[in-house]
Nanobody, 122 residues
Framework: VQLVESGGGLVQPGGSLRLSCAASGLTFGRYSMGWYRQAPGKEREWVAS???????DYVDSVKGRFAVSRDNAKNTVYLQMNSLKPEDTAIYYC?????????????????WGQGTQVTVSS
């Protein structure tokens, strides 16, 4: 199984980025997908989850700014990030959990990507 994130980079405050996570080696439609992030010196933080049926959930700090979606035909999950703030700077990871419902607990995720750096700075 492989999860490969892409789309990170440097963006100014108020800008947007769209992260992608391409999955292979698994039956994508049977997996709940999640996005996590880890800033330097901080613990890993859950950001968003999407169930296999498309139900979503977000940490309060990104509600209204971030949107998670998935394309089961392309085995890909996305994280659209708008109105970015410097505090969004982190390495962003996607993860896959063998579950049809949304998963928040990181210990329930079976597979993780290698991460993509997002830096929000002027």
């Amino acid at each position: 199984v492989q999860l490969v994130e892409s789309g990170g980079g440097l963006v100014q405050p108020g800008g947007s980025l769209r992260l992608s996570c391409a999955a292979s080696g698994l039956t994508f439609g049977r997996y709940s997908m999640g996005w996590y992030r880890q800033a330097p010196g901080k613990e890993r933080e859950w950001v968003a989850s999407i169930s296999s049926f498309g139900s979503t959930d977000y940490v309060d700090s990104v509600k209204g700014r971030f949107a998670v979606s998935r394309d089961n035909a392309k085995n890909t999950v996305y994280l659209q990030m708008n109105s970015l703030k410097p505090e969004d700077t982190a390495i962003y990871y996607c993860a896959a959990a063998r579950s049809y419902v949304k998963v928040v607990d990181p210990s329930r995720y079976d597979y993780w990507g290698q991460g993509t750096q997002v830096t929000v700075s002027s």
